[in-house]
């Protein structure tokens, strides 16, 4: 143990030692962080504890973790501390600092309203390689005492056991990532270079069999049969562009719409059917991505709000010319109304023409509605200052009526 803990008792360096085999037993980082504050609370007493993380920058924090408040507590304090005040201290200089009462000190900025009150202060940093991931916070101990050299002494230990932790948890991860990866390569490749490949011979078969078969019934069954294996290896396809995309750190259109048809479940009842074909990641720039994921969104909108329909069928292929996306719906259908307002309808056509591409909307003749919305693949001009704020737009009128 080092010297700098010569005079801190038995019992404070055993309670240290079973704070540190506690937080290094963590093998995830979220779970690590958290344990870490819980730890530092109850080796010193502290009535409340935190543990901010500092973001790229290094100048403000990006994550807080709390221990000690109720969730009716912080949710009436509100926003997360960014690292200002009295927290912003340890960020400015990272070595301990030890306060009997906050509000003393120059740089207190006092508490927003629905904070409880706090008097005694104990930060200290939390360092990796040499380098300040965050900082644990301490205030109170549960005797009203105020914090004392052995307080600050076990939890400078602590956050030097900490840095080794949250390491250790990095590089889990980072190995259960890689481990995920390589799962993920192996599945691909089996299903390329495998069942692809099953369903194509069994395309191939059937067609040549149908070309023996006199009865024609039997013949249409059989075409319908390998259309169906169309659409079958168009799916497989899809699921191996997406092992691909998923994790490889690239933003990915296809990830990012599949996303969307699941966060859209919720408000439709159901979950949306969504069929994705081509090599829609490599064609789409990323300026056209955030048209099609804002269009993908406001029509799924519209047909929670609007249509009480009990399926929807999202689809979106490219063939390195044009991307498509249609979404069809079974509800109460489109009824064209030149008299009411939609500016959500107007927002998916106007970032349709801005790429060059087209947006129709019409009701679909087994009832329902289609939305296509078509653009052709490529570099286009930048958008304009209206089409920029065409997101806030559709956002404040999230609640109109579109149609």
């Known amino acids: 143990m080092p ?3 010569a005079f801190s008792g038995p019992k404070q360096l055993l309670r240290l030692l079973d704070a540190v085999m506690a937080i290094g037993s963590e093998l995830s980082l979220s779970a690590a962080l958290r344990r870490i504050t819980h730890t530092a609370a109850e080796l010193v007493d502290a009535k409340y504890a935190a543990l901010g993380v500092l973001d ?3 100048t403000m924090l990006a994550e807080f973790i709390t221990v000690g408040l109720t969730e009716e507590e912080t949710a009436r304090i509100g926003a997360l501390p960014d690292g200002h005040g009295i927290l912003g201290l340890l960020i400015v200089e990272p070595k301990p600092l030890r306060l009997p009462d906050i509000h003393e000190h120059p740089d207190s900025f006092g508490f927003p309203p629905g904070h409880p009150p706090m008097t005694s202060f104990l930060g200290v940093p939390i360092l990796l390689r040499g380098k300040v991931f965050g900082n644990l916070y301490l205030t109170d101990k549960h005797d009203g005492q105020v914090f004392t050299d052995v307080d600050q002494e076990l939890a400078v230990g602590l956050a030097a056991a900490a840095g080794l932790a949250i390491e250790n948890a990095r590089l889990n991860e980072q190995a259960r990532t890689a481990t995920l990866l390589d799962e993920r390569e192996r599945i691909a490749r089996d299903l390329h270079d495998d069942v692809i490949q099953r369903l194509f011979a069994t395309g191939l078969s059937l067609q040549a069999a149908a070309q023996m078969v006199r009865e024609p019934v039997a013949v249409e069954r059989i075409m319908r049969a390998v259309d169906d294996l169309d659409t079958s290896i168009r799916q497989v396809r899809s699921t191996i562009f997406e092992l691909h995309h998923r994790f490889s750190g690239l933003p990915s259109l296809r990830s990012d719409i599949l996303d969307v048809c699941n966060e859209a479940t919720r408000a439709l009842g159901f979950e949306p059917r969504c069929e994705i074909s081509g090599p829609v990641d490599s064609t789409v720039s990323d300026s056209m991505h955030g048209h099609i994921m804002l269009c993908l969104r406001e029509a799924l909108s519209n ?14 292929t490219s063939d390195r010319n044009v991307l498509a996306l249609r979404i069809a719906d079974d509800g109460t259908g489109y009824s064209h109304d030149p008299a009411r307002s939609s500016s959500g309808l107007v927002n998916m056509r106007t970032r349709a023409e801005a790429v060059g591409g087209t947006f129709t909307i ?3 003749p087994d009832g329902g509605t289609l939305v296509v919305w078509e653009a052709p693949v490529g570099q286009f001009p930048p958008p304009s200052d209206d089409l920029e704020a065409a997101p ?4 404040v009128n999230a609640q109109e009526e579109d149609g």
């Open 392 to 395: 806030r737009t559709a956002e």
């Open 303 to 316: 047909v929670a709000r609007h249509a009480n329909a009990t399926r929807v069928d999202v689809s979106v």
């Open 56 to 58: 790229a920058s290094g």
């Open 362 to 364: 019409s009701g679909r």
């Open 3 to 5: 010297d700098r803990f």
